[in-house]
């Protein structure tokens, strides 16, 4: 059974800072593409960094140079660093891992519960 199990969400005035960690755990054989996710409420679930296996980031234009993501392979770890904080940051925060459970099946999509990031003064 594999697990994504977030951390670092909490409240933070805006122009502040937030470190976001998920974990895999459980069997699998390989983890390819990771990233992170965002809700708001009464918004759709928006992409906010995505990081491949070779280390290649992908970042929408509205956290560009703000955010950045970042995995340590061999703890099954995926990062997102959050700086310059906006009100309009605040969001539910789900990692996202695309993992292959043996060498021979196809990936498949692992999310996790997702943590609570809230920008406020």
């Known amino acids: 059974q594999v697990q994504l199990v977030e951390s670092g969400g909490d409240l933070v005035q805006p122009g502040g800072s937030l470190r976001l960690s998920c974990v895999a755990s459980g069997s699998f054989f390989k983890i390819n593409a990771m990233g992170w996710y965002r809700q708001a409420p009464g918004k759709q679930r928006e992409l906010v960094a995505a990081?491949?296996?070779?280390?290649?980031?992908n970042y929408p234009d509205s956290v560009k140079g703000r955010f950045t993501i970042s995995r340590d392979n061999a703890k099954n770890t995926v990062y997102l660093q959050m700086n310059s904080l906006k009100p309009e940051d605040t969001a539910v925060y789900v990692c996202?891992?695309?993992?292959?459970?043996?060498?021979?099946?196809?990936?498949?999509?692992?999310w996790g519960q997702g943590t609570q990031v809230t920008v406020s003064s």
């Open positions: 996202n891992a695309d993992i292959m459970g043996t060498w021979y099946q196809r990936p498949y999509d692992y």
């Open positions: 990081i491949t296996s070779g280390g290649s980031t």
